[in-house]
C-alpha cells in the first residue's frame, strides 16, 4: 500500500498517521492523535500539509485494493457535507448539504465508491471548492490554506468526471455508474459518461424527457421475484451511505481541519488506507455479526488491526 514512499521518514509518517486515525479517539485532527501516539503533532502535520510524497501513487493502489476486496457491480459518485463553525477551511461556505438537509456553513466532498450488495469502499475524492473562494477577495484564505493557483471553481459533475478520468488512466472503469439526481439531472454529466463509453443508472427528474416523440414503449422480459436488475443497480446508490458515516464517525473525518487541503484531496490516500482496514470489523458489527458469530456477540470490543498488513 505505501509502496510508492521510497523515502524512509514518508514511510514511518504514512505508518504512524494511519496508526493515529485507527486508535479509539473522538478527534482525529492532528493533535488528539499525536497525543494519543505520544509524539509532537508537528511531525504528522508536515506530513499532510507540506511533504511532497506521492499522493497519486498510493491513492491508486488503494483504488485496486478497493475494488478488489469490494468486486463492485456498480460504481456510485455523490456527495457528502462537512458542517463547520468559520471560515478557514478549504471551501468551506453557505452552500446546501444534503447531509444537513438545507443551506449551512459547510465544506463539501464529492466522491467516487465500488459498491456492491455486501460492502462498499470510496475509491476518490475530491474537495469543492464553491465560486466565493475564487478571485482577489479570497486570495487570503486560499494563501492560508495553501490552495495552488491552478485550483479554481469547477462543477461537482466535473469534478466526478476527472475522478473517474483518473481511475480509468490506472485500469479501472465501472460496469455501471450509479448517482442521484443531483447529478443524473445534468446534461453535460451524462454527455460525459457517454462520451467515455460508460453505463449508467442515473435518477432523474419526472419532467425530464428521456426518449424522442416517435419512440415505442418496450418492456423488457422479466420472469422473476428479485428486484428488476435495473432497480437493484439504482439502489446501490443508497450503500455509500455507510461510507459516508464510517468516515465520519470511526475515523472523525468531520473533526478533522487540516489546515492545507494543498491536493484538495477530502479524504486522503491514508484516510482511505484506514477505511479499507475496517469494513472486516465495523461492517460485521453495523450488520449485527461481531467476528462472523451470531447477531450481538462480542458487541463492544474493537476488533484489533494489523498495520502491517499491505
Known sequence: MFAPLVRRDWLEKGQLYLRGLLLD??????????????????????????????????????????????????????DTGFPKDGTASPGVARQYSGTLGKVGNCQIGVSVHAASDTASCPLSWRLFLPQSWDGPEAAARRAACRIPDSEHHRPKRQLALEMLDELAATGLRPAALVTDTGY?????????????????????????????????????????????????????RWRIEHDYRELKTCLGLEHRI?????????????????????????????????????????????????????
Open 184 to 236: 443524473g439531472a445534468n446534461a453535460d454529466f451524462r454527455h460525459g459518461l457517454e462520451d467515455r463509453g460508460l453505463a449508467y443508472v442515473l435518477q432523474a427528474k419526472g419532467e425530464m424527457t428521456a426518449h424522442g416523440e416517435d419512440a415505442e414503449p418496450h418492456q423488457p422480459a422479466y420472469s422473476g421475484l428479485a428486484p428488476r436488475p435495473l432497480v437493484r443497480l439504482a439502489k446501490a
Open 25 to 78: 479517539g473522538r478527534h482525529k485532527s492532528m493533535k488528539p492523535m499525536a497525543e494519543r501516539l505520544g509524539v509532537d503533532h508537528q511531525r504528522l502535520q508536515q506530513f499532510m500539509t507540506s511533504s511532497t510524497w506521492p499522493v497519486a501513487g498510493v491513492r491508486d493502489r488503494l483504488a485496486w485494493r478497493a475494488v478488489a476486496g469490494v468486486r463492485p457491480e456498480v460504481w456510485v459518485v455523490d
Open 258 to 310: 487540516p489546515s492545507a487541503e494543498a491536493r484538495l484531496h477530502l479524504p486522503g490516500p491514508d484516510e482511505l488506507a484506514a477505511y479499507e482496514r475496517l469494513p472486516a470489523a465495523t461492517r460485521r458489527a453495523a450488520a449485527g455479526t461481531p467476528n462472523g458469530g451470531s447477531p450481538g456477540a462480542g458487541e463492544g470490543r474493537r476488533p484489533s488491526v494489523d498495520l502491517n498488513r499491505s
